[in-house]
């Protein structure tokens, strides 16, 4: 059963930043076929998209919203995939969860196409 598992999350004031890492552990199969994406849920609200990459890193997608301040980036050697913010704000407050899509030739940011999801990371905001 794949795992993924999230850190970074914590507190920030407006206009700071903050890196999540998401950690793939126990995959049937080469994490490096996966694509990855972090998305953002607040209570009562539809999972939000954030970020996506594909398989080999090459190919980034990013919500509108998210252009210019956010990167993400992986690492398969790590089984890792990070997601930097930058110039954050009170709107940001969320918990964010990492997703794996094990047809990771694409980027997507339909959330209904990744099969496996972390627990979340909470991540506050303060003005």
């Known amino acids: 059963q794949v795992q993924l598992v999230e850190s970074g999350g914590g507190a920030v004031q407006t206009g700071g930043s903050l890196r999540l890492s998401c950690v793939v552990t126990?995959?049937?199969?080469?994490?490096?076929?996966?694509?990855l994406g972090w998305f953002r849920q607040a209570p009562g609200k539809a999972r939000e998209f954030v970020a996506a990459v594909d398989w080999r890193g090459d190919s980034r997608r990013y919500a509108d919203s998210e252009k210019g301040r956010c990167t993400i980036s992986r690492d398969n050697a790590k089984r890792t995939v990070l997601l930097e913010m930058n110039n954050m704000n009170p709107g940001d407050t969320t918990v964010y969860y990492c997703?794996?899509?094990?047809?990771?030739?694409?980027?997507?940011?339909?959330?209904?196409?990744?099969?496996?999801w972390g627990q979340g990371t909470q991540v506050t905001v303060s003005s």
């Open positions: 126990k995959s049937d199969r080469s994490f490096d076929n996966y694509a």
């Open positions: 997703a794996a899509d094990t047809d990771g030739v694409a980027t997507t940011a339909d959330a209904l196409d990744y099969d496996y």
